[in-house]
């Protein structure tokens, strides 16, 4: 099984979250920085074994926090259609 560790430790502005998702995925140049982009490049993201552990939400700031349930939507709905993918929050 291979793992992804994302950490959103430091992270202060939206363009900030999508770029540390971005490099971690190592998703392509056009990834458009929002939720339908994330949805898009994670869908069929892999055929493998995939564990995703994040890192940091608990020290976002506000405005982000309250960006992390819509977030969260879309790595259930990730999992949902392709469930060798897990995501787990670590802190």
Same mark, same amino acid.
């Given at each position: ?5 994302? %950490? &959103? ?7 900030? *979250?999508?770029?540390?998702? @971005? =490099? ?22 892999? %055929? &493998? ?7 940091? *939400?608990?020290?976002?700031? @506000? =405005? ?28």
């Amino acid at each position: 099984m291979k793992k992804i560790i994302i %950490d &959103f430790n430091g992270c202060r502005t939206y363009h900030k *979250f999508h770029q540390i998702l @971005k =490099e971690s995925f190592d998703f392509p140049n056009y990834y458009g920085e929002n939720l339908d982009a994330l949805w898009d490049c994670l869908d069929n993201y892999c %055929d &493998f074994d995939l564990i995703v552990e994040i890192k940091g *939400f608990n020290s976002l700031p @506000k =405005e982000l926090k309250q960006y992390i349930p819509k977030v969260m939507n879309v790595f259930d709905d990730v999992t949902e259609s392709t469930p060798n993918i897990k995501f787990v929050i670590i802190s």
